[in-house]
């Protein structure tokens, strides 16, 4: 007797790992049940993270339009004063109040977010260049450290939203 057997139940009852080429797989409640949840836990982690990437965003954004851009674009003395210091003259106000607004509402269009917040890393690796290069011995040279925080940040953002940056380049070379 070799141990071997033509039987296909017996085969089964022995190792129910093994399946032959004429099972049906049968579905029960209970599988579903249980398919259902492993599915919603794996997807909290990633809502979750949506979510907080949102509230991240809002608040960045209105940060940046109330904080940031609406000073430089309406000419506040400040704004004003601090790219007299710089000395690249007041258009560059303009063009970087301009590039944070827009960033700002990029950050709230879904398809936009991860290529706003991209923008704005680079926006704020230029700060921080300007903050410790020219402005440091200014009364901004101190921002040097949040600039190069919200750089930080919105590079993890960007980073965070990367499969969206990856999808509009790939709609924008079709």
């Excluded at 904080?67 to 000395?87: C, M, N, R, W, Y």
């Excluded at 917040?117 to 440091?136: E, R, S, W, Y």
Aim: proline share 4%; glycine share 6%.
């Amino acid at each position: 007797m070799s141990g071997r057997t033509d039987d296909p139940m017996k085969q089964i009852r022995d190792d129910p790992m093994r399946q032959t080429g004429n099972e049906t797989a049968v579905i029960t409640p209970t599988a579903r049940v249980t398919a259902a949840r492993l599915a919603i836990r794996a997807a909290r982690p990633r809502r979750l993270t949506s979510t907080l990437l949102w509230a991240a965003q809002i608040l960045l954004a209105a940060l940046f339009v109330f904080v940031a851009a609406v000073p430089k674009l309406t000419g506040s003395h400040q704004s004003v004063q601090e790219f007299a210091d710089i000395g690249a003259g007041q258009w560059l106000r303009y063009l970087v109040g301009t590039a944070e607004l827009a960033g700002a509402i990029g950050l709230l269009t879904p398809w936009l977010a991860g290529l706003a917040a991209a923008g704005l890393a680079a926006d704020m690796a230029g700060a921080t260049i300007i903050n410790a290069t020219v402005l440091h011995h200014t009364t901004f040279g101190p921002n040097v450290w949040l600039t190069a925080v919200l750089c930080a940040v919105f590079a993890l953002l960007a980073y965070a939203r990367r499969q969206q940056i990856k999808s509009v380049w790939a709609a924008i070379r079709r």
